[in-house]
C-alpha cells in the first residue's frame, strides 16, 4: 500500500512538473471572433465544453464592465458570442464572458476551438489586440448585476 501511495505521489508530482500554466498580459491577446477566424487559414471547430476545462491565462479586466441583465440574458440562455481557445483549451478571447459564466454557474460553454497553439495564434492575429486600460485585481471580485439603462 505504501509502494502505491507512493507512486501516485510521484506520478502527481510528476504531472505538476509538466504542466505549464501560461499567463498573457491582455494587451497580447487578440481579440478575436468567428468573422475574424473565417477569413484566415487557421481551422477550428464550434463545440460545446465544460466551463471547468478552459483555462484563463490573463488576470487583468477592464475596469468598466460590468454583468448587465442584458449579458446575463445572453448568457443564461446561450445566445451570446463564442469563446475562443486553443487547442489545448487555453483561452483567448472572451475572459469576462467565463468570469460570468463561472458566477451564473453555467456547465456547458459555447466555444470555437482552433487547432493551433495560443502561441501560434498570437503570432497571426497580432493586428487584433486591444490596448484598452486594465487593471490587475487583487482578488478576484463577483460580478456586479446592474440593470440596463433601456
Known sequence: M???????????????????????????????DQQILDSSDFKYKKILISSESIIPVQTQRVRAFKLRDK???????????PLI??????????????DGIKELKIKKVKVLQVNASIEEIIAAFSK?????????????EPLQLIPDSN
Not at 449579458?71 to 458570442?81: A, H
Not at 481557445?85 to 467565463?98: A, S, T, V
Not at 487584433?128 to 478576484?140: A, I, N, Q, V
Request: charged letters at 25%; a negative charge; zero cysteines.
Open 2 to 32: 505504501k509502494q502505491l501511495i507512493l507512486v501516485l505521489m510521484l506520478i502527481t508530482l510528476s504531472l505538476d512538473l509538466f504542466s505549464q500554466e501560461k499567463h498573457f498580459e491582455r494587451n497580447q491577446l487578440p481579440q478575436l
Open 71 to 81: 449579458q446575463k440574458d445572453q448568457l443564461l440562455s446561450g445566445s451570446y458570442n
Open 85 to 98: 481557445i486553443d487547442k489545448e483549451n487555453y483561452l483567448i478571447d472572451g475572459h469576462h464572458r467565463l
Open 128 to 140: 487584433y489586440r486591444d490596448y484598452t486600460p486594465t487593471y490587475e485585481p487583487d482578488t478576484p
